[in-house]
């Protein structure tokens, strides 16, 4: 399994972002997915995930902000970020795992990883 992340970039705080995370290698509909963020001097934490029956679980910090989604077909995985704060700012991965279950929230629960997009929040 290979995943590629992709739309990171610079954008003032309030604003939007939208990531994606192509997916190849195997049966993308067979994998939870989740994004995962690493901010500067932090470890990584979770974002959100999906299961591959669609169900999805946020944090806290990102519930009614950010939005995962998945497209079968294009075996693409997404996250539409709105509400962006400085504190956001982190370089965002995405992780598969096969199957799984509403409770993937941990890092170690995923064997496959992208090698991330740079999110940057202005103030």
């Known amino acids: 399994v290979q995943l590629q992340a992709s739309g990171g970039g610079l954008v003032q705080a309030g604003g939007s972002l939208r990531l994606s995370c192509a997916f190849s290698g195997d049966t993308f509909r067979w994998y939870t997915m989740g994004w995962f963020r690493q901010g500067p001097g932090k470890e990584r934490e979770f974002v959100s995930m999906i299961t591959w029956d669609n169900r999805t679980n946020y944090p806290a910090s990102v519930k009614d902000r950010f939005s995962i989604s998945r497209d079968n077909a294009k075996a693409t995985l997404y996250l539409q970020m709105s509400s962006l704060k400085p504190e956001d700012t982190a370089l965002y991965h995405c992780?598969?795992?096969?199957?799984?279950?509403?409770?993937?929230?941990?890092?170690?629960?995923?064997?496959?990883w992208g090698q991330g997009t740079l999110v940057t929040v202005s103030s």
């Open positions: 992780a598969a795992k096969y199957g799984g279950s509403i409770g993937n929230t941990r890092r170690q629960n995923y064997a496959y």
